[in-house]
């Protein structure tokens, strides 16, 4: 469902579960990195790029609302690049990217972001790792000061690296190992992918986390942080060409690098239905399903990837749409029923429907149902009013993210790390309202096929047989 | 169109929304949860703005809400939220979980439309009514597009779900049935276990630590939620924000519409006084690899003269991020957690001062004691002068980022206007902040961070 109808007072369904209260707060996070297929922004000659001899491409979008810009450096280097092994390694690095550099002393760098009254952060995908600052403007220039002298300078050493790793197996512990969605969702996904690359965790498996070295992150760091491996984008209140200017001035000093070879690792074709479960200490069983679907490479010509994002907003964009009408509403057989595609990425594709079935209600329905629905528009195709909600919702959200510069820097950002192009922001969204009902139905006839399906599920296990991960003595209360 | 990039995508900062179910794959890490916290939690609490050029004018409608408003011509939408003191703060013992029913109810039957009709609408002409209720406030939120069509729409919508809710028996027995699995679901979950029972063990015998449970949820009937709702969403109770693409008159002719059905009750109610708890050790099992850690005490009222000491104290404490000292102790030294904070969130009464931290769960004693020895050396000694002057800093000359939308402004409003703050709070912001001393500091974790009154939670404890 796309959006909760019940606010309790103290956050009580499986989806509100009680996180501490800051935990709450990330809500921008989700606001910016809002698909990019449904967010174009109107453009002319704003924003601009240029690009610098040794590679690096700067894109700037000039937006003068507020005193404020955002600083952001995409490389192209994800947990799909890494090698079993060392998987994970592209989000250590991450960690490590706010140690030392050669002039800057560990820590240093937040503590400049913070006195010059910005905040800081960096993610970690399987595609890309990207680092930002938001600032008054008149910091920028020294924001992108320090992002460039971490691009090649940064001073790796055991000890850092030593504590930082520990941070990161809790980071694992916390999202996944002590999250039971999160264990299968790794689950699923291992399994769904069998050579492509996106079958390993951002986060790592444990193992490899727990055998990690300082080099394997310095060997990282040596291979993939380049100029001509990056690309920096700006938005806010900035000149273009000062901008430019201050890129050249402290970007323009490092050479490009050879980078290595990425092999295709292309994922054979699945032949038959595969099923995995995860048992873990919950109540709710909860279900998840991923075919294989394909994804969008040529903007112009390809069709079905956006007919595809269609089909997904008419199942679950909004709270009128199917799911929440059918599933959680009508026949209540779902506590939550979700759908999601994304075509924008450098791997492959899936389109993934999820759920948790109504207290009462078995697995084996909630799968049910949702085939049902499939099933209803491959035999009955949708209606053009679902269709004008789908454009409706997509102009709307095109004029409500101007609110956010966070929100459009993470747009031109996100397109350009899935290798489209930020001036195809606006065509995809115009291919998105060419989609017809007919497209909708016949791509709903044509991936949804077992034979590239996936399936996980969470077997729910009362915690009081859940034994702790370690043996333990007794508990006091 | 559903975003799912994303690793923890929580769609609404509000207490009471949620993480979006859909969000499959694992594919984003982010480095902090806790930095993206702070700057959210700051927002939320109103506490950290600015000042120059942003004009509130405020008015009491006909109906008697106070209205808050900011015209913002640059971007054709339009920003409501109405404000209600209507929160968990105000429900009657046995009944926990009526405010949040109360307020979830509201769209799924209004008027002469059913729900199926209202989230139609709405999608129809691209506008998004949110909004939740937490301790103290249940507010109803919307965003349109500000041309005529839509804007009209959106407002009729909205003055319908909040004046003549119908409260349909038959979607109330489908949301209790939710809310009761949610509640089931929660009971394994080590931090939503953490959170009630912190809640519970720092605020005992008082609303602000009762948490819905299967019982109280149950015995829910359609006439509690009527009844609520027309002592509650009175218009003299109300507060109205408006930020967006009008002028002053159309944003009056917009708060007396959306207000002048109200039911009659609301005005100014304030929950029973707080009781300070005896320090405690609390352990609750769980097979959880990490154990779950609180630590804290109600420590705030808004309003209160200690406020920005305490504010800009807890920066260098625990609030400023990766340059915070419980940062740099539990993680960046010690590898200890990937999160560790303290806030300070002041409400009518006194809200909570509270540090969390999760950790594998065989450290957990090594983890709190560095935490209790880092909080001791920070009441008894404040912040060097050094960190008192980063900590200004960062809070005065980020004002700008903190109000660079019409959404964080809304917050903003909505925060002042609720809790009754001066309308140059924003204004003023920067001098208090930069008028704090060590000194101020000291007294007011001295005051408000008694030793003697802190709770300690440990889920997942050996």
């Known amino acids: 469902m796309r959006s909760l109808r019940i606010l309790a007072e103290a956050p009580i369904s499986p989806f509100r579960q009680r996180l501490p209260n800051p935990y709450m707060r990330s809500s921008f996070a989700a606001i910016a990195l809002l698909a990019v297929a449904a967010l174009p922004a109107p453009t002319l000659a704003n924003p601009y790029e240029t690009k610098l001899a040794n590679g690096l491409r700067v894109i700037v979008k000039e937006d003068p609302r507020a005193p404020t810009a955002v600083h952001m450096v995409w490389y192209r280097a994800g947990s799909m690049d ?35 009254g910005g905040r800081d952060n960096a993610f970690t995908s399987r595609d890309y790792t990207a680092y930002f600052q938001i600032v008054p403007k008149a910091a920028l220039p020294e924001m992108m ?16 690296f030593a504590a930082e790793i520990k941070v990161v197996m809790e980071e694992r512990r916390l999202r996944t190992d002590d999250n039971p969605q999160g264990l299968v969702h790794e689950a699923l996904n291992s399994t769904l992918f069998q050579a492509h690359p996106y079958r390993r965790p951002v986060i790592g498996w444990m193992d490899d986390l727990e055998h990690m070295t300082w080099q394997d992150a310095r060997d990282w760091y040596r291979q993939w942080y380049a100029p001509n491996n990056a690309y920096v984008v700006v938005v806010g209140d900035v000149d273009h060409r000062e901008v430019f200017r201050l890129a050249q001035k402290y970007y323009g000093a490092y050479k490009s690098k050879a980078l290595p070879e990425r092999k295709p690792q292309n994922e054979p074709e699945q032949a038959g239905i595969r099923r995995v479960s995860v048992k873990a200490p919950a109540k709710l069983p909860y279900l998840a399903m991923a075919w294989k679907a394909p994804k969008l490479r040529d903007v112009q010509k390809d069709r079905d990837p956006y007919a595809l994002e269609v089909l997904a907003a008419i199942l679950d964009g909004h709270d009128a749409s199917r799911f929440s009408k059918n599933l959680v509403r009508g026949s209540r057989i779902a506590q939550s029923a979700g759908a999601g595609y994304d075509g924008s990425l450098r791997g492959e594709a899936t389109f993934t429907l999820d759920g948790q079935p109504a207290e009462g209600k078995t697995i084996a329905e909630l799968e049910a149902a949702l085939r049902a629905e499939l099933k209803r528009v491959q035999d009955e195709g949708v209606s053009a009013e679902e269709l004008a909600r789908v454009k409706t919702q997509s102009i709307a959200a095109q004029t409500y993210k101007r609110d956010s510069l966070m929100a459009q820097a993470m747009e031109i950002g996100g397109m350009e790390a899935s290798g489209l192009n930020w001036r195809d922001i606006d065509t995809l969204l115009e291919k998105l309202k060419t989609v017809t009902a007919e497209e909708v139905q016949a791509v709903a006839k044509k991936y949804f096929t077992d034979d590239t399906l996936s399936i996980a599920v969470l077997d729910p296990q009362p915690i009081e047989q859940s034994k702790p991960r370690k043996p333990s003595g007794a508990v006091r209360h | 169109m559903k975003q799912s990039k994303l690793i923890a995508p929580h769609p609404h900062p509000r207490p009471g929304a949620g993480l979006l179910v859909g969000s499959l794959r694992s594919i984003i890490v982010w480095r902090s949860r806790a930095l993206l916290a702070l700057v959210c939690l700051m927002t939320s609490l109103a506490s950290s703005l600015v000042s ?41 013992a046995g009944k926990a979980g009526v405010a949040g029913l109360t307020r979830g109810m509201l769209e799924t039957g209004a008027g002469a439309l059913d729900e199926e009709a209202i989230a139609g609408r709405l999608v129809d002409i691209g506008a998004r009514l949110g909004g939740g209720a937490d301790s103290d406030r249940a507010s109803v939120s919307l965003r349109t597009l500000v041309s005529r069509t839509e804007r009209e729409a959106a407002l009729e919508l909205m003055r319908t779900v909040l004046s003549a809710p119908t409260f349909p028996q038959a979607a109330l027995e489908r949301e209790k049935a939710r809310t009761i699995a949610g509640i089931r679901e929660a009971e394994t979950r080590p931090d939503a276990i953490a959170g009630k029972r912190f809640a519970a063990a720092i605020y005992p015998d008082h609303p602000y630590g009762v948490s819905p449970t299967v019982e109280t949820v149950s015995a829910i009937s359609r006439d509690d939620l009527a009844d609520f709702h027309r002592r509650h969403y009175g218009a003299k109770g109300a507060v109205v924000s408006i930020i967006g693409d009008v002028s002053r008159a159309e944003a009056e002719a917009i708060a007396q519409r959306l207000t002048e059905a109200l039911p009659a009750g609301g005005g100014a109610l304030v ?82 001062f509270e540090i969390g931290l999760q950790t594998k769960r065989e450290q957990v004693d090594d983890a709190l004691k560095v935490v209790n020895e880092v909080l001791t050396d920070y009441i008894a000694k404040g ?35 609720f809790h009754g703050l001066p309308l140059s709070y924003l204004d003023d912001f920067a001098g208090k902040v930069k008028a704090v001393t060590v000194e101020q500091i000291r007294a007011a974790f001295a005051r408000h961070v008694k030793a003697e009154n802190l709770v300690t939670v440990v889920v997942a404890a050996d």
Do not use: C
Request: no cysteine.
């Open chain 2, 271 to 352: 929950p029973p006084p707080v009781k300070m708890p005896q320090r405690a050790t609390i352990k609750i099992p769980h097979p959880a690899a990490q154990s779950h850690v609180h630590v804290g005490l109600p420590a705030i009222s808004r309003g209160d003269a200690d406020y920005f000491p305490l504010l800009v104290g807890n920066y260098t404490l625990g609030g400023g991020g990766f340059v915070s000292r419980l940062m740099k102790e539990v993680r960046e030294k010690r590898g200890y957690a990937y999160s560790v904070y303290s806030y300070v969130a002041p409400r009518k009464l006194e809200g909570p």
């Open chain 1, 82 to 116: 890494e090698k079993d092994g060392t998987s994970g390694v592209a989000h250590v690095l991450e960690h490590l990217m706010f140690k030392g550099t050669r002039t800057l002393k560990s820590g240093e760098f937040n503590k400049r972001v913070a006195e010059a």
């Open chain 2, 383 to 417: 912040p060097t002068p050094q960190e008192l002057a980063a900590a200004k800093k960062n809070m005065v000359d980020g004002l700008a980022l903190r109000m660079d939308s019409n959404a964080k402004l809304l917050g903003y409003l909505s925060a002042i206007g």
């Open chain 1, 145 to 160: 000061k320090l992002e460039a002298d971490r691009m090649a300078n940064l001073t790796l050493d055991a000890k850092e």
């Open chain 2, 52 to 92: 120059a050029g942003v004009k509130i004018e405020h008015w009491v409608a006909p109906s008697g809400a106070k209205v808050y408003f900011v015209e913002a011509r640059v971007l054709p939408i339009l920003d409501v939220q109405i404000d209600f003191a209507a929160g968990g703060a105000f429900v009657a």
